[in-house]
């Protein structure tokens, strides 16, 4: 156990040290020592200020209470030559237990090369207000400070202020439990600028991202082509600048470090790439898009790519961005080689593939060509394709395709030379040659040429993806509850005016009166008036119903309108074949609202080469069916949606 000292008086400019070596001398714990401050005098020092220059005078010069208080000119404290220091007289005992900031837990942090000292309150810390608190609080801040070696009465104009609203919270509650850690500047020296090293970054290799959703390195991505686009910026110089010194709160000068120079720019640019030259930096940005290259020491931005193959061992796989005006020419056209390798993922403005398209290979592009076929497993997305032989999945605005063998085409307009078997879903549909087994959905025509098989399936559908046929569900239910609102806002009209009609002649009577009162110039009763006021009130309500009913029913015939929309042009659409039905065939309209579909067979052998979906209404029902229409009956159609 600890024992106490007798107090002792010394003079240091360490109080940390001072109360270490006074504790080692008198075998105590050092937090069982406390102390008080007699006197703290502050010496300056400027190398060479009366020695000539020499240095040889080793001088310290004691401030006073109006020197200190120029002490803060900036062109003094930054000179390298001039120091500051602090005499500390204190008197040195043991701590009394249960002291009056016992209760709350406190430390001295700092940041920025110590230019900034922070006197830290635990939470949970409790202050009891007493007469001089703020004296003694300012004591025992300024004690931690020491303790630091932070110069005290120096730096800290901040503190006062810092330290006044908690203190004034203090004051106020009497008692006050801290809910969360208070962090308070109490002293600030003068901050050194940092000195910037030259660094070249390259913004364009930013674009690599070669780790997929769990963070996994794909060892397939490794940005074999970086596209820009125009305006961008690639690289970008950040010129070396030397920093400005500062001084801490302990008085010690930071000497500013001398930059790095080790990244010059070393490369050249060809005329696709802007430079732009500025006090601090050098950027370079891109002219035009397409993807940016770097031969030997020498970068440029090119359109086109010749590549043999696009595979794992070679290129991996290549994304670029779409806007990007990058074209990919893969020349090889091997047939039993992939162009496009296994597993390889490419997103790119234009393609024209010379070959096949591998096994779980996607290919995303405005504009794409492939020569050989695509595999089934694979997917090729364009606005405008053309595809030779098609197993796999096919998407686009405009697509073209040789001969499809089973694969999937989604698109506007689609052309296919021949189909083998395969799924068609497009606005138009167009076919030279039809073999079996080829399912067809168009929301507005199907064309046959010449057919080769049967059991094919051809359906006109207004809604061709199930986003839209959700909001036609949706439409669906926004009109029945439109009705429903109808009903009930209706129901409350009908009795609002049942119970008008019942009281008209009471309510005529004391209209009556209520004139004649007013006509005599004689008080009118109140009971009367009130009367009066009901049925008034009655009857704007009943207008209000009625307005109301007038608007709900404005728009549900907007509503009905757009509904119905969706699918009129559904008696436009048209199959034709031209010519003869081969096999089983099934043909179906389908309609939105009654959601139905209505079928037809076609005779095997039978020339129906136009067929249509019509309407006949009843006194009850309407009737749909699927009728043949013949090409004089066609071109009147022709003619007169072209008048109208």
Not at 223 to 236: D, H, Y
Not at 332 to 345: H, P, Y
Request: overall charge negative; charged content about 30%.
């Amino acid at each position: 156990m600890s024992h106490k000292i007798n107090p002792i008086v010394v003079r240091t400019d360490n109080v940390a040290k001072e109360l270490g070596h006074i504790a080692e001398n008198n075998k105590v714990d050092i937090k069982t020592l406390d102390f008080k401050v007699l006197q703290t005098q502050t010496f300056t020092y400027l190398d060479g200020e009366r020695d000539g220059g020499t240095g040889d005078n080793d001088d310290w010069k004691e401030l006073n209470e109006d020197e200190l208080s120029h002490f803060y000119d900036e062109t003094v404290l930054l000179n390298p030559k001039f120091k500051v220091k602090q005499i500390n007289e204190i008197e040195v005992f043991t701590r009394v237990e249960n002291s009056t900031f016992d209760s709350i837990e406190t430390s001295i942090g700092a940041k920025n090369n110590i230019t900034q000292v922070y006197y830290i309150i635990k939470e949970g810390s409790k202050f009891t207000y007493f007469d001089g608190f703020r004296k003694e609080f300012i004591e025992l801040i300024n004690k931690k400070k020491m303790r630091a070696n932070v110069l005290v009465g120096i730096f800290d104009d901040a503190m006062f202020d810092n330290l006044a609203s908690l203190i004034a919270n203090i004051r106020v509650s009497e008692e006050l439990v801290l809910e969360k850690k208070e962090m308070i500047l109490v002293c600030e020296g003068v901050l050194a600028q940092e000195t910037i090293h030259d660094k070249m970054i390259l913004h364009y290799e930013s674009k690599k991202e070669n780790t997929d959703e769990q963070d996994r390195v794909n060892y397939s991505k490794r940005g074999f082509l970086m596209s820009v686009t125009e305006g961008e910026l690639l690289m970008e110089y950040i010129k070396p600048r030397q920093g400005e010194p500062g001084r801490n709160c302990r008085g010690e000068f930071l000497p500013p470090k001398e930059p790095i120079i080790a990244n010059t720019p070393d490369f050249t640019i060809d005329k696709n790439i802007e430079k732009i030259e500025t006090d601090d930096t050098i950027e370079y940005k891109a002219k035009c898009s397409g993807y940016i290259q770097l031969d030997g020491a020498a970068y440029s931005i090119s359109t086109n790519a010749e590549v043999k193959e696009i595979s794992f061992k070679t290129t991996g796989s290549i994304e670029t961005e779409l806007d990007a005006d990058v074209s990919i020419n893969v020349s090889e056209s091997d047939v039993f080689k992939d162009a496009i390798g296994v597993g390889m993922d490419v997103e790119v403005n234009e393609i024209n593939i010379d070959g096949n398209v591998g096994r779980k290979a996607t290919v995303t592009a405005k504009k794409a060509l492939v020569e050989g076929q695509v595999h089934q497993s694979s997917t090729i997305t364009a606005d405008e394709l053309k595809i030779n032989i098609h197993k796999g999945t096919a998407r686009g605005k405009k697509i073209e395709i040789t001969r499809l063998e089973n694969g999937i085409v989604e698109g506007d307009e689609v052309s296919i030379s021949q189909a083998v078997g395969g799924s068609i879903k497009a606005r138009i549909i167009n076919i030279n040659h039809l073999g079996s087994h080829v399912k067809m959905v168009a929301s507005e025509k199907i064309v046959i040429e010449k057919t080769d098989g049967g059991e094919n399936s051809f359906t006109i559908d207004p809604i061709l993806n199930e986003e839209d046929r959700t909001n036609v569900s949706s439409s669906d239910q926004h009109l029945i509850e439109a009705k429903r609102g109808i009903t009930s806002v209706q129901a409350e009209y009908d009795a609002v005016c049942e119970t008008i009609a019942d009281n008209e002649k009471t309510f005529a009577e004391v209209s009556k009166k209520l004139l004649h009162y007013k006509k005599n110039k004689v008080k009118m009763p109140a009971s009367f008036v009130k009367k009066y006021q009901e049925f008034s009130k009655v009857m704007t309500h009943r207008d209000g119903l009625k307005k109301e009913i007038d608007e709900r029913k404005e728009r549900y015939k907007l509503l009905e309108k757009s509904h119905r929309a969706i699918q009129s042009d559904i008696f436009e659409a048209r199959i034709i074949c031209k010519d003869y039905w081969r096999g089983h065939n099934e043909v179906k309209f389908h309609l939105v609202d009654p959601d139905i579909d209505v079928m037809y067979f076609p005779k095997e052998n039978s020339d129906a080469s136009i067929l249509g979906l019509f309407e006949v209404e009843n006194d009850d029902d309407t009737n749909y069916f699927i009728k043949e229409i013949t090409e004089e009956e066609a071109t009147e159609e022709e003619e007169s949606n072209f008048l109208s």
